[in-house]
């Protein structure tokens, strides 16, 4: 059985903004592309690896927020990755929090306004 989720989308205004964000964030690189009229940003992706990818999305349905879903990234080190968030212009919504044997979550908010979670193990 496959994990249930295979794909994301994160909503954006202004997709170059919101690359060079995540580019520094996390290190990405993102192909740009349009498919059906909608400008996208696609992450990084390995078939052959576990879990999903997606892209950073600009179209007339997609609508940033900081409401509904919440995308988790894996991360090295939480504290580097919040001031790396916060150099660029984003804030923290939900500082570093324990949550026990399952290591530490944060969550912020990128330059488009969407909240994105964070855990580190």
């Not at 892209?55 to 939480?78: C, W």
């Not at 929090?97 to 399952?102: A, E, P, Q, R, V």
């Not at 530490?104 to 306004?113: P, S, T, Y």
């Amino acid at each position: 059985m496959k994990n249930p989720v295979g794909y994301f989308e994160i909503p954006v205004n202004d997709l170059d903004r919101a690359t060079r964000f995540y580019e520094v964030v996390f290190g990405y690189q993102f192909e740009r592309t349009i498919i059906d009229g909608i400008e996208m940003g696609l992450f990084p992706s390995n078939h052959q690896a576990q879990g999903i990818t997606g892209a950073l999305v600009k179209g007339d349905t997609y609508v940033p927020g900081k409401e509904g879903s919440r995308l988790y990234f894996s991360t090295g080190n939480i504290d580097e990755t919040l001031d790396k968030v916060l150099s660029l212009g984003g804030s923290v919504l939900y500082p570093k929090t324990s949550i026990g044997k399952l290591g530490w979550v944060a969550e912020f908010e990128d330059v488009e306004g969407n909240c994105i979670a964070l855990h580190c193990e």
